[in-house]
């Protein structure tokens, strides 16, 4: 495994946007977006969107942003697929933008709980992870949905991830599950991993999980698990090699 660097960064009630140009480079304080939380990142071409106090956009690396025409307050999750922009909301279920967020529809058809917590892609599948209805699956853009829950005890699914044909399910209180069949069926993969599971990232083969007991690193596709760092993780970021781990508290 490459050598990895973990760096901790306290991210619990951001208000604005920050950004470093290097590891070890001063932070940058953007010009907004203010008023509210940050939640979620999404990234396509040169267009960098923020989700949490509706949907925002910066097509300069920051430096300037623009509320997008999405403005639920509550906004958890944003994934992309191709051109199309998908948010998953506190509430209101799921939206899709197809005009890098000028205009958005809700995509809620078969979605019987509206509460998304988690996004994400593995082609042309979109999985919604929700709080109290387990996991979602829609095979043609959001136009419909499928609950896809078979031995996934969970219901609140607060993190997705993907690694090849493997898709992640980080839960509340059940650590992770694991599907290999776009979540027809779902196995639990939580040799070595405690705690809740706030986030799921992946850095090439390495699944990371940020849990009420600190950091976990599996390598082996979720068979087992290493515990690396003890606290309270909430949230991470990738870049390159190295690991950002946002904290409650401290690690």
Same mark, same amino acid.
């Given at each position: 495994m490459k050598s990895l660097r973990i760096f901790l960064t306290f991210l619990c009630g951001i208000l604005s946007m920050f950004f470093s140009t290097g590891v070890h480079a001063q932070w940058i304080q953007t010009n907004g977006p203010y008023g509210g939380y940050v939640s979620c990142f999404a990234v396509t071409g040169n267009y960098l969107f923020a989700g #949490?106090? #509706?949907?925002? +956009? =910066?097509?300069?690396? %920051?430096?300037?942003w623009s509320q997008t025409g999405l403005m639920n307050p509550n906004v958890n999750a944003l994934a992309i697929m191709g051109t199309n922009i998908f948010a998953g909301?506190?509430? =209101?279920?799921?939206?899709? =933008?197809?005009?890098? %967020?000028?205009?958005?529809?809700?995509?809620?058809? %078969?979605?019987?709980?509206?509460?998304?917590?988690?996004?994400?892609?593995?082609?042309?599948?979109? &999985?919604?992870?929700?709080? #109290?209805?387990?996991? &979602? +699956?829609?095979?043609?853009?959001?136009?419909?949905?499928?609950?896809?829950?078979?031995?996934?005890?969970? =219901?609140?699914?607060?993190?997705?991830?993907?690694?090849?044909?493997?898709?992640?399910?980080?839960?509340?209180?059940? #650590?992770?599950y694991l599907s290999t069949n776009n979540g027809s069926s779902w196995t639990a993969s939580n040799t070595g991993l405690f705690g809740n599971v706030n986030t799921l990232t992946v850095s090439g083969t390495n699944l990371f999980a940020a849990t009420s007991y600190g950091?976990?690193?599996?390598?082996?596709?979720?068979?087992?698990?290493?515990?690396?760092?003890i606290g309270v993780a909430s949230t991470f970021a990738m870049i390159g090699s190295n690991l950002f781990v946002g904290t409650n508290g401290s690690l």
């Open positions: #949490g106090n #509706g949907v925002y +956009l =910066s097509t300069n690396n %920051g430096t300037s909301t506190n509430g =209101s279920g799921v939206y899709l =933008s197809t005009n890098n %967020g000028m205009t958005w529809s809700q995509i809620n058809t %078969g979605l019987t709980n509206n509460y998304v917590l988690s996004l994400a892609v593995n082609g042309t599948n979109l &999985f919604a992870g929700t709080n #109290g209805g387990g996991v &979602f +699956l829609s095979t043609n853009t959001g136009t419909s949905w499928t609950a896809v829950n078979t031995f996934l005890l969970s =219901s609140q699914i607060n993190s997705l991830a993907v690694i090849g044909t493997n898709l992640f399910a980080g839960s509340y209180n059940d #650590g992770v950091v976990f690193l599996s390598t082996n596709y979720g068979t087992s698990w290493t515990q690396i760092a």
